[in-house]
């Protein structure tokens, strides 16, 4: 500004600048979601499985759920492989891109990550993580426990960089989302048979939400006010459970969803109980599982030509390092609902993040 008093501008092409910067403005604001007058979101901080992990498994040499290696990222920036679990951005990178903080967003243990980045949030997300401690040990992915680790980390160099006050405003007004769910009932309940002995599903749910209870009760602890917890999906009616326990058919593998339909109803009840018992705490329950069943039965509806395979390879089984450069992908991912047998392509997150945050911001302010 005092460059432009000491040296003052010709009228034309102040005119063109200001232009060019409502352009600029008006692009970047285009498909927004709008947040309501005198209402702040400085950052977002994620945590949960492979559904938003940006790449903090890439250096876990203990574990198979990774994907730092093609034909993943095949249609991000570039073309490259971050350690998305997908064809492209996912719900992490979308949100923040949709409350318009920033194009994506970085694992935190990416080893390029910037201190600026910190201001604006990260992403502590683990493929293989689940509210089980026993389902991230099998995966050898980090625990809930592990991100929570990572997060006062976050706060202390936040606080370094930022001072206390601030923290604790990005704290406090930045939106929190946890994603976690699907691999405790998939994996570590009917695939590895790990916890039928000791639980049937209602207790096993009841084990899961508890542990959902106490990790967002260390969040609220920490400072988080505004939390965001996305219900489990239709994990039945994803490729690799429908060829393993759909029949010659494939058809959705109904106690998987039965599973998730009491877990869900569950942990509602507990956000709600939470709300009332925490003070200032806007815990919301954001349902995914009915907008994604109905994309994923309806498919022809919403533009898609495949509904129960994947791109990659044969799409029925393929996901992580079964999904690698030898295995062939389609054509045109946009006519799949899924990317490999387990997760959804960046299309399908596209139509599910707008309107989950359009349907549920309110409940955070």
């Known amino acids: 500004m005092d460059s432009l008093m000491a040296s003052p501008l010709p009228l034309g092409i102040l005119v063109l600048r200001c232009f060019m910067l409502l352009l600029m403005v008006s692009c970047k604001a285009k498909g927004l979601v709008e947040l309501p007058p005198n209402v702040t979101v400085p950052a977002v901080l994620v945590f949960g499985d492979s559904i938003m992990d940006t790449g903090n498994n890439n250096n876990n040499m203990q574990t198979l759920a990774k994907c730092?290696?093609?034909?993943y990222g095949r249609d991000f920036e570039g073309g490259i492989p971050t350690g998305r679990f997908g064809n492209g951005k996912v719900p992490s990178d979308l949100v923040a891109e949709e409350l318009g903080i920033k194009e994506l967003l970085p694992?935190?243990?990416?080893?390029?990550?910037?201190?600026?980045d910190l201001v604006t949030g990260v992403c502590f997300a683990s493929g293989g993580s689940g509210y089980d401690p026993l389902?991230?040990?099998l995966a050898s992915a980090i625990s809930l426990t592990g991100q929570i680790d990572m997060f006062k980390e976050y706060i202390r160099k936040l606080k370094g960089l930022v001072g206390e006050d601030?923290?604790?405003?990005?704290l406090a007004n930045g939106i929190v989302l946890v994603v976690e769910g699907s691999n405790d009932i998939s994996n570590t309940y009917f695939l590895s048979h790990a916890r039928e002995v000791e639980y049937d599903i209602p207790a096993y749910t009841d084990l899961m939400v508890k542990s959902a209870s106490n990790f967002l009760k260390e969040i609220y602890q920490l400072g988080g006010r505004r939390i965001g917890v996305f219900s489990a999906p239709p994990i039945g009616c994803v490729p690799f459970q429908r060829t393993l326990v759909g029949g010659i058919v494939r058809k959705c593998a109904e106690k998987y969803n039965d599973a998730a339909k009491l877990f869900n109803s569950k942990l509602a009840k507990e956000l709600a109980s939470l709300n009332r018992n925490l003070p200032n705490a806007r815990m919301v329950y954001l349902d995914v599982y009915n907008p994604l069943l109905d994309i994923i039965v309806h498919y022809q509806n919403y533009g898609f030509k495949v509904g129960d395979r994947g791109c990659c390879g044969t799409g029925k089984i393929e996901a992580a390092v079964l999904c690698n450069p030898l295995h062939p992908t389609c054509p045109d991912v946009g006519d799949y609902v899924f990317w490999d047998s387990f997760h959804p392509s960046e299309n399908v997150y596209r139509r599910l993040v707008a309107p989950i945050l359009r349907k549920y911001l309110s409940q955070f302010i």
């Open 135 to 137: 389902t991230s040990k």
């Open 166 to 170: 601030k923290t604790n405003f990005i």
């Open 107 to 116: 694992a935190y243990l990416d080893p390029n990550l910037q201190p600026s």
């Open 68 to 71: 730092n290696f093609p034909p």
